[in-house]
């Protein structure tokens, strides 16, 4: 009776263990997947501190490699990339378009949007070049005339070219912003891909957890250094220049300082 007991245990333990071995990864991937939806819901695409949803999708499918969930959030950040480049295109912001698609190559180099927007990178060759004006050679006569008028032409157009860079060699005073609402500054979207940083320094000290102790306060002044469209809303992103840091704050929350206060 003993020995059939025994039996029926080890049989009960051997059933058991799989099912539990199984059910691991599964809870694991759930857990995995929520993380995920909150890079995406964050913006936090393909760069951003504490992880991306592009690499954690890419983790739950090193594990479920047909995870339908995961492969749903990658055509998702796909998306994102596409509309926001051609946003781009269609505002005329070139080097954002591209930057926004070097992103896309990397979630998907095989997108079949990615050669349709690369194509817009490409300058339209322009049918003046291609057909180029025949105009007769002047004849010996007037050689000698035009030549003279020309000397005399270039001498007039050196000297006033000369004035105006005098004129111009004085660099136009830094465009300065003060703060008016503190509630506008965007403390923590360094840590998305909802702006196209100038350097990747700047998207370090760009947000709270690069600030340090500092932290901008309502009526301080900083140098305007960028201004550029939110991946989402109308109103502009200003990037302010203010100490060793970079604050990015909507354009309602700041009153754009007259050349002679700034200069004051």
């Known amino acids: 009776m003993f020995r059939y007991l025994l039996h029926y245990t080890l049989i009960f333990f051997m059933v058991l263990i799989p099912i539990q071995a ?13 993380q995920c939806e909150k890079h995406l819901k964050a913006n936090r695409l393909t ?14 499918l090193e594990k479920e490699a047909d995870n339908a969930e995961a492969l749903a959030g990658l055509q998702k950040i796909e998306g994102r990339y596409t509309g926001w480049a051609q946003k781009a295109f269609d505002r005329g912001q070139k080097n954002k ?18 050669a349709e927007l690369e194509a817009q990178l490409s300058p339209t060759p322009s049918t003046s070049s291609a057909t180029p004006s025949q105009t007769p050679p002047p004849s010996d006569s007037n050689a000698d005339s035009q030549a003279s008028s020309s000397d005399e032409g270039d001498s007039q157009v050196s000297s006033s070219d000369a004035a105006s860079q005098a004129a111009s060699s004085e660099p136009p ?18 840590t998305t891909d909802c702006l196209i940083w100038p350097s990747l320094d700047m998207k370090e000290k760009g947000g709270k ?45 700041v009153q754009i300082m007259s050349e002679d206060s700034a200069t004051e």
């Open 22 to 34: 199984i059910g691991a990864p599964s809870s694991e991937i759930a857990q995995l997947l929520r």
């Open 47 to 60: 760069s951003g501190k504490g992880g991306t949803a592009f690499d954690c999708y890419q983790e739950v």
């Open 97 to 114: 378009a591209k930057r926004y698609l070097e992103s896309l190559r990397k979630v998907n180099p095989k997108s079949a949007k990615l």
């Open 173 to 190: 005073p830094p465009k300065k912003a003060q703060i008016t609402d503190v509630g506008q500054i965007y403390e923590l979207i360094n």
């Open 209 to 253: 957890d690069g600030w340090e102790s500092f932290y901008p306060k309502k009526g301080e002044i900083g140098i305007v250094l960028e201004e550029m469209k939110h991946c989402h809303f109308e109103n502009n992103v200003l990037i302010l220049e203010m100490d060793q840091y970079y604050v990015p704050i909507s354009s309602v929350g």
